[in-house]
């Protein structure tokens, strides 16, 4: 439901970002139009890159949002915009299965 919601705002997003520049113009439409389809197909792995790449932005990639420990090479290189370490996201998924959070259903 919040997926629905979510797509809007970012088309309108993609929509106003005109350059002047036709050069900028023509790249912009080609990486509106991906990320158009992304949103079609594969809106929740789009937002969790999306995320991610605030977290690169930011500082904290890689950086585990629960327990604020690093997150193992190895686990990035699996999951690149994992949030979680190991540790917190066994926790997570096993909140999960018990039904606490009953919103994403991630690819079972
Ligand atoms: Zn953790």
Redesign the pocket.
């Known amino acids: 439901m919040a997926a629905i919601t979510d797509n809007g705002s970012k088309r309108e997003d993609i929509v106003i970002q005109q350059a002047p520049d036709s050069f900028d113009a023509v790249q912009l439409n080609t990486e509106r139009d991906l990320t158009i389809a992304l949103l079609n197909h594969e809106t929740l792995q789009l937002r969790n890159l999306r995320g991610a790449l605030g977290r690169v932005e930011d500082g904290s990639y890689g950086i585990?949002?629960?327990?604020?420990?690093e997150?193992s090479p190895k686990r990035l290189k699996a999951v690149p915009w994992a949030m979680?370490?190991?540790?917190?996201?066994e926790?997570a998924d096993r909140k999960q299965a018990e039904g606490l959070s009953d919103d994403e259903d991630d690819d079972q």
Request: charged share 30%; hydrophobic share 30%; net charge negative.
């Open positions: 585990c949002v629960q327990c604020e420990e997150i979680l370490c190991l540790k917190c996201q926790e």
